[in-house]
C-alpha cells in the first residue's frame, strides 16, 4: 500500500472546490450559452444536482472499502483482470483530462499575456510545475490549496467590477429553451463535476472517511454557486449569443473593468492568480494520475513514474492542432464520455459490492 500522508476534510473541501470551479476560466461559460442560451447559468445548477447525487455512490462505495482507493476497490470486487481494467479505464480519465487541460489553460496564457511564446514553452513551464507538485504529494497540494484558495475566490468576487456593463435584460427568458431542455442539458452538465472521483482516488488518505461526503458536498455546492453567478454574470454583459462566440469569456469580462483612473487593466493580475489555479488545479488531477498508475502496477511508491507521465502528458496535450480542435477533445468527447467513468462505473461498483455482500476486510 502507496503511503503519502493525510488530509483532513476542510482540505478535500477545498480541493474538490480547485478542481471544480477552474474551468471557469477558459470553456465553461461559452459552451453552456451554446447549449441554454440565456439559461446557461441554470443547466450548471442542474448539473450540480447530478453531481452529487453521483457523490453519493463514491462515497458510499468508498466507505466500503475504507483502506482501497477506486483501483484497489476495483480489483477487489471484479478481480486481478477486470478490476484492472476498470481501474485503468479511472486512471486513463484523469490522464486525458490533465493532457487537454494543459493545453487549454497554456493556450489562454498565451492568447492574454504572451502571444509570440510558443504553446510548447508554456506548456513546458506549467509542466513542471504539476510535475513538482505531484512529487511533493498529498499533503503539500492540500496546503497549496489552502493558501491560493482565498485569493481565487478574491478574484472570482472582483469580477463584479464589470457591473456597470450588465444588462439584466439579456436573461430574458429565463428559461431559454424550455424546462425541458434544461433538464436534458443538465444531465450533460453532471460532467462538470466530474473531477470529484478523485475523492475516491484519494481515500485511504483522508482522515476523517466519514465526512468524505460532507467534503464532496461543499466542493460541489461552492462550485456549482460560483461557476453559476460568474456564466450568469457573463450572459448579461455579453449577451447569449455574444458569449457563445467568446473563446475565453472571464478574460474578455475582467478587460471591461475600468473604474475610472483609479483601477484599470487588472486582466494581468487575473492571469497571474488563474496561472497558478491552472497550475494546482493539473497537479492534483497529474498526482492522481501517477498514483492510480502505481496502484495498478503495485508499486511501492509513485514517484519513479512521474518524468515517464511527464513525457506522456506534454505529448497528448498537442495532439490536438490548435485551440480549436482542443475544445472539441474537451466538450465533445471528454464532457460527453466521462460520466461513464466519474459516476455509471462507481454506482456500478457500489450495486455489485451491496449485492455480493463485499466490504473491505476482502483482499485482492
Avoid at 478481480?79 to 493545453?103: D, E, K, M
Avoid at 509570440?116 to 499533503?139: D, K, N, Q
Avoid at 509513485?302 to 490536438?320: A, H, R, T
Amino acid at each position: 500500500m502507496i503511503r503519502d500522508g493525510h488530509i483532513d476534510m476542510r482540505q478535500a473541501a477545498v480541493m474538490a472546490q480547485i478542481l471544480i470551479a477552474a474551468k471557469i476560466f477558459i470553456t465553461l461559460p461559452r459552451v453552456m450559452a451554446q447549449r441554454s442560451g440565456t439559461a446557461g447559468w441554470i443547466i450548471i445548477l442542474i448539473g450540480g444536482v447530478v453531481g452529487w447525487i453521483g457523490l453519493f455512490f463514491i462515497t458510499r462505495l468508498s466507505l466500503r472499502f475504507p483502506k482501497y482507493s477506486l483501483v484497489g476497490t476495483s480489483e477487489v470486487l471484479l478481480g486481478p483482470i477486470w478490476g484492472r481494467l476498470v481501474g485503468l479505464v479511472f486512471v486513463g480519465y484523469f490522464l486525458y483530462l490533465t493532457s487537454i487541460l494543459l493545453r487549454e489553460f497554456t493556450e489562454t496564457f498565451k492568447t492574454a499575456i504572451l502571444p509570440e511564446t510558443p504553446p510548447s514553452v508554456l506548456a513546458l513551464v506549467m509542466l513542471s510545475i504539476l510535475m513538482y507538485g505531484a512529487y511533493c504529494g498529498i499533503e503539500a497540494l492540500a496546503r497549496a490549496s489552502e493558501l491560493l484558495f482565498p485569493f481565487i475566490a478574491a478574484s472570482f468576487f472582483g469580477a463584479l467590477l464589470v457591473w456597470p456593463n450588465v444588462h439584466i435584460g439579456f436573461l430574458r427568458p429565463f428559461l431559454g429553451p424550455g424546462m425541458l431542455v434544461l433538464l436534458k442539458n443538465g444531465l450533460f452538465a453532471g460532467s462538470i463535476y466530474g473531477e470529484i472521483l478523485f475523492l475516491a482516488m484519494i481515500f485511504p488518505f483522508l482522515r476523517e472517511k466519514g465526512d468524505a461526503f460532507r467534503a464532496g458536498t461543499i466542493g460541489i455546492g461552492v462550485s456549482a454557486v460560483i461557476l453559476a453567478s460568474l456564466t450568469a454574470l457573463a450572459i448579461t454583459v455579453f449577451s447569449a449569443r455574444g458569449l457563445s462566440e467568446l473563446p475565453f469569456p472571464l478574460l474578455d469580462m475582467v478587460r471591461l473593468i475600468n473604474l475610472g483612473r483609479f483601477l484599470q487593466r487588472i486582466e494581468a493580475l487575473y492571469v497571474f492568480i488563474w496561472f497558478f489555479t491552472g497550475a494546482l488545479k493539473l497537479s492534483i488531477a497529474f498526482y492522481v494520475t501517477v498514483l492510480g498508475t502505481a496502484q495498478l502496477l503495485k508499486l511501492e511508491d509513485f514517484k519513479p513514474l512521474i518524468w515517464s507521465y511527464g513525457v506522456l502528458v506534454f505529448s497528448l496535450s498537442f495532439i490536438p492542432r490548435n485551440l480549436i480542435e482542443s475544445f472539441v477533445f474537451d466538450v465533445d468527447i471528454l464532457r460527453k464520455y466521462s460520466p461513464i467513468a466519474t459516476f455509471l462505473l462507481p454506482a456500478g461498483l457500489w450495486l455489485l459490492a451491496v449485492i455480493l455482500g463485499k466490504r473491505g476486510d476482502d483482499r485482492v
